[in-house]
């Protein structure tokens, strides 16, 4: 496993590099979801790149990053365990130098959702993607369904922008009690982290409800929040939202391939999941 640094050894060791090349970007503290990635890709590429960015761009002022978990060693070992090639672990001042000033616009999909909570979160994300895509040019990049909306969003932007890279989709990894693994779950305590599956609940009830036949969308996004509100350890809901998992449009009936999504807060930490149904 050859760890780089610097945007030019990365991009002539993906050049070099056997074919396909399937690349996961991270922000790393690497957990088993981030393994179900490489892992996937193992299986898919010759060569596998893991990137290593905690992107200062998709961060707003008032957010955690100064407070997100780092572990580089943690995240070695665990990518040497899963079989990785390359891991491009770059500086900010590499990724973005004196003068930097080029972003991607990615368009009304940033404005919803989280891009409606987190201002000009998306535009940071989807120029750390370009950029990473377009240095690396992978024949498959691979995203976790976790983060539903960046999905959506990075398939439309590989496809806007002609970047040549198949967006793999892989299905969210969670916990035996259903919460889906992240990175900031480390920040929940005990209590808070017995009360979490609970996000993973209500997406079931409207599952339930859905399987049962139900196709009213306000109907679901009730039922979603009424089991939130049942748990007092959640602050507040950001949104729960029914929505065409395309165009993210909020449906007053359920059709076609659909997106239920949340984000609630519990204490300091933001948790986010979603399921589809379709
Ligand atoms: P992050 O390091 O949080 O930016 O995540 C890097 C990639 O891993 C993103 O594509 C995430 O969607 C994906 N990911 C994070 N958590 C999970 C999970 N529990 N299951 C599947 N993919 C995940």
Request: glycine content about 8%.
């Amino acid at each position: 496993m050859r760890i780089l640094e610097t945007n030019q050894d990365m991009a002539r060791a993906c050049r070099e590099c056997p074919r396909p090349l399937g690349l996961v970007p991270t922000m790393g503290a690497l957990h088993e979801g981030h393994g179900m990635l490489v892992r996937r890709a193992r299986k898919e590429n010759k060569t596998v790149a893991v990137s290593i960015f905690v992107n200062p761009a998709q961060f707003g002022p008032q957010e955690d990053l100064h407070k997100y978990p780092r572990d580089l060693e943690g995240d070695l070992r665990l990518l040497r365990r899963e079989e990785a090639d390359l891991v491009f672990v770059p500086t900010v001042a590499e990724m973005y130098p004196p003068g930097f000033d080029t972003w991607v616009d990615a368009g009304a999909l940033a404005g919803l959702l989280e891009g409606a909570i987190r201002p000009g979160h998306f535009r940071g994300v989807a120029t750390v993607v370009t950029k990473l895509l377009n240095l690396t040019r992978p024949d498959q990049a691979y995203f976790g369904q976790k983060d539903g909306q960046q999905v959506t969003l990075v398939s439309h932007l590989a496809r806007d922008l002609y970047l040549g890279t198949d967006i793999i989709v892989v299905p969210t990894v969670r916990e035996p009690d259903g919460l889906a693994i992240s990175s900031r779950n480390v920040f929940l305590n005990s209590a808070q982290r017995r009360a979490a599956p609970v996000v993973y609940r209500a997406l079931n009830r409207a599952q339930g409800l859905w399987q049962k036949g139900e196709r009213d969308a306000e109907l679901l996004r009730r039922e979603v929040r009424a089991v939130l509100e049942c748990e007092p350890l959640i602050d507040s809901i950001d949104y729960v939202s029914v929505a065409a998992a395309e165009s993210l449009e909020e449906l007053k009936t359920v059709k076609g391939r659909v997106l239920v999504s949340v984000a609630v807060r519990l204490g300091a930490t933001r948790l986010i999941d979603n399921i589809i149904l379709e």
